[in-house]
């Protein structure tokens, strides 16, 4: 988890008995604030001289020059960042990546002064400053260390940066979801703490698998018919809105360990099917976010959650299981099971809700990786203004998203020897036909979009807010998208 940040008003009487490390913004012209030449006046004029030289110069906007061990001060070190206090949004949030990855588990005193877009400096600091370090017995380094954040006229700001901190929890919250392991992280456990999540406000409901026999999900029971864990549905909502508004409802695929079924998956890389419920941690943590900041909005979040296990029970290659919809779906590889929980809360979530539109997310493919890497996710939508509104807002946050096509040329693929389709379409256009069978399972009144965050959700090498890991990626993207189209 992250260390929490605490907001001052500009002190500078005791800047020498800081201890840990010292951040200090100046412009490209070099110019240094009240703040800068306060610090400079104590370190014997370093900091001008720093900022004076040819590296300062040639140095990217929001990169630092370091000063280790500075006479004058009980730091440890002063990073000079240079940042003009109007840069845009994006520029402030990469120089407090920056700083949040240099503090190294020290004391942090961000001395931000009349920075304008100090809520994203802070949220940058907020966003990187993450380590997943629940079962270490020994840390290479601390992280006890306190950051503090100094500004002027600290309450003008305190709103602002408390929504893009609220934000981050949601961020640190899917994170922590898909880092878990998968014995600590069962269906159950999962459930248990989308439960919890009832302390702020969402009303929670868990469906069992006899609600949802009932109902009559049997294609997502099909995926988890071979796992000791039971198989749940989630439903999570915030009502902040108005009273009788549509919901938009969020989607997530919750498998919390992809064998791949009888259709076993090879072993190398197997351990890496942990993060398989990465659709629906998205979808907690953007529940979380919403609820923490109180967006005035209506949004439910539904999540099915299942194992996908190889045992006597299990799904085999060739059965036809019919959806809650009522199409008969013939599975011919047990391993593209992440559709399967998809499709039958997807119906369920039109059936209750009638949403205003809906967003299913998912670790869908892994076509998808071949096609666009770790850098973008798959967007597919049957409505240009909502693929629009939120291509926009992951622009916005700086995450990558890139929209990919639909069409009935593809349905072909999709055809069955002996039901209505065929969960699975061959190699060709593989990310492409998952989309077009859960376009099947979409009304025609329903604006949707289709997430496929196989590539971005959990990565080996660092990004542009997370280290390695589980990256939390959809959270602000899916805020932001509520906040500008459905507030």
């Known amino acids: 988890m992250a260390k929490s940040i605490e907001l001052q008003e500009i002190e500078l009487d005791h800047l020498d008995q800081v201890t840990g490390r010292i951040a200090i913004f100046v412009g490209s012209d070099g110019a240094l604030d009240k703040v800068a030449r306060r610090v400079n006046r104590l370190c014997k004029g370093a900091v001008d001289r720093a900022v004076q030289s040819e590296a300062f110069e ?48 020290q004391n942090l005193l961000v001395l931000a002064g009349l920075l304008k877009q100090v809520a994203e ?4 600091i907020a966003l990187r400053d993450y380590r997943f370090d629940t079962y270490r017995t020994q840390l290479d380094t601390p992280q006890d260390g306190q950051i503090t954040v100094m500004i002027n006229r600290v309450d003008d700001h305190r709103d602002q940066i408390n929504d893009v901190l609220a934000v981050c929890t949601g961020v640190h919250f899917t994170r922590d979801l898909i880092s878990e392991p998968s014995n600590v992280l069962t269906t159950t456990e999962f459930a248990d703490r989308l439960v919890a999540l009832g302390e702020l406000g969402i009303q929670v409901e868990v469906l069992e698998e006899d609600d949802l026999a009932k109902l009559g999900m049997n294609v997502l029971l099909s995926v988890g018919q071979g796992s000791a864990s039971p198989s749940k549905v989630v439903v999570m909502q915030w009502n902040g809105g108005k009273s009788g508004d549509a919901p938009l409802a969020l989607v997530g695929k919750g498998v919390v360990f ?22 629906a941690g998205v979808v907690a943590g953007a529940m979380m976010a919403l609820a923490k900041r109180k967006a005035p909005a209506n949004v439910v979040g539904l999540v099915g959650l299942v194992e996908n296990m190889p045992s006597g029970t299990a799904t085999r290659p060739g059965d ?133 965050i196989a590539g971005v959700a959990s990565v080996k090498s660092e990004t542009a807010h997370a280290p390695s890991g589980a990256t939390g990626w959809g959270v602000m993207a899916l805020n932001r998208l509520v906040r500008d189209t459905f507030e």
């Open 121 to 124: 400096l802070t949220n940058g």
């Open 320 to 452: 036809v299981v019919t959806s809650m919809k009522g199409d008969t779906v013939e599975i011919t590889n047990t391993d593209a099971e992440g559709r399967l929980v998809l499709c039958d809360v997807m119906w369920y979530a039109q059936d209750r809700f009638a949403p205003k539109a809906m967003i299913d997310l998912a670790t869908l493919t892994g076509a998808i990786i071949i096609a666009l890497g770790h850098e973008n996710a798959g967007v597919f939508s049957n409505d240009d203004g909502l693929c629009d509104a939120f291509l926009s807002a992951a622009r916005a946050e700086n995450e990558g998203a890139w929209r990919m096509p639909l069409g009935t040329g593809y349905d072909k693929l999709l055809k069955s020897r002996v039901a209505d389709m065929n969960n699975v379409g061959g190699r060709p256009a593989g990310s492409i036909t998952a989309a077009q069978f859960l376009k099947r399972f979409v009304k025609d009144d329903t604006p949707w979009i289709h997430l496929d």
């Open 58 to 105: 040639k140095l990217s906007v929001a990169d630092a020059l370091v000063l280790a061990y500075p006479v004058g001060l009980a730091a440890e070190a002063v990073d000079i960042v240079k940042l003009d206090r109007r840069a845009d949004a994006l520029t402030a949030r990469k120089a407090g990546v920056g700083l949040a990855k240099r503090r190294n588990g």
């Open 258 to 279: 992809d064998t791949g079924g009888i259709s076993l998956k090879p072993a190398l890389g197997m351990e890496e099917m942990t993060m398989d419920m990465g659709g």
